[in-house]
């Protein structure tokens, strides 16, 4: 027998009252915190606070610091996020099979994903080491000398992505998996039957129904490594000068060393806005699939 409809609402409120209590303490709550703060002179330590209104975003703007953290920031995005969406597209493509050697490396490759941050770091500065390293042993063997990946600026960058897209090239893949196993297969047996070439089948069929899940893949890509911190800090320690560190590095430096916060959430904030714009962008653009 159902209730009447104030006791449901009641009882649906009721379900959705310890997600929303979360969702204020943990989210919303925080987020209008921060950028209270960043609208005072306030110390991390102390009674000190301060109003200062929009000084914190115009000294931002002036600081050559924000600027060099952004670029580093845009650059290991624009970077890591179009390479893994390939490398998941690529692996999801190569394990889409049945077998059991197949689900075995499907693990393998997810496996990866599920180590801290700690764990991969240190792996991977063992094997970029330019003296006993795994890689400067194998240019020694071939006569060639090795290269110091983490102490270059040319480098540097380069051996961050490379150690993020091993870490998690996982995650791209089981979202690409889960969106091919959603295509019918019925399609690819009227496209064999058409002697439809392996690359007419993935160009016409494959990739137009992974549209949505690609794009998915590259947003979500885009906003995690635009928060990117662990690696350039326990790998580089933002440098060679300064030439890794990013955005989340410098907020913690700034808050938790220099004791700024007020300055570290007005960095947050810009931070946020740009994460919001590229989830905004998504959305646009889904919606445009959709229509």
Known sequence: MTGSPRRNAIAGYAFLAPFLAFYFVFLIYPFCLG????????????????????SNYAELWEDPYFWEALR????????????????????????NKPLRLYGALRAIFFAS????????????SMVLNPDRGLIANGMRAVGLEPIA???????????????????????????????LQQIPPEVYEAARLDNASRWTVLRHITLPALARTTLLVVVLQTIMHLQVFGQPLLMTRGGPSNSTRPLVQLIYETGFRDWRVGYASATSMVLFGLMFFVALLQLRLSRQEGT
């Open 35 to 54: 950028m209270w703060m960043s609208l005072h002179d306030w110390e991390i330590v102390g009674d000190y606070r301060q109003y200062i209104g929009l």
């Open 72 to 95: 580093n920031n845009l650059r290991f995005a624009a970077m890591t996020a179009p390479l893994a969406t390939l490398l998941g597209l690529a692996l999801a493509l190569a394990l």
């Open 113 to 124: 994903s599920i180590f801290s941050v700690t764990v991969v770091t240190l792996v991977w």
């Open 149 to 179: 990946f983490l102490a270059e600026k040319a480098w540097a960058m380069p051996a961050l992505v490379v150690t993020t897209l091993w870490w998690g090239a996982g995650f791209p893949m089981a979202l690409f998996l889960a969106g």
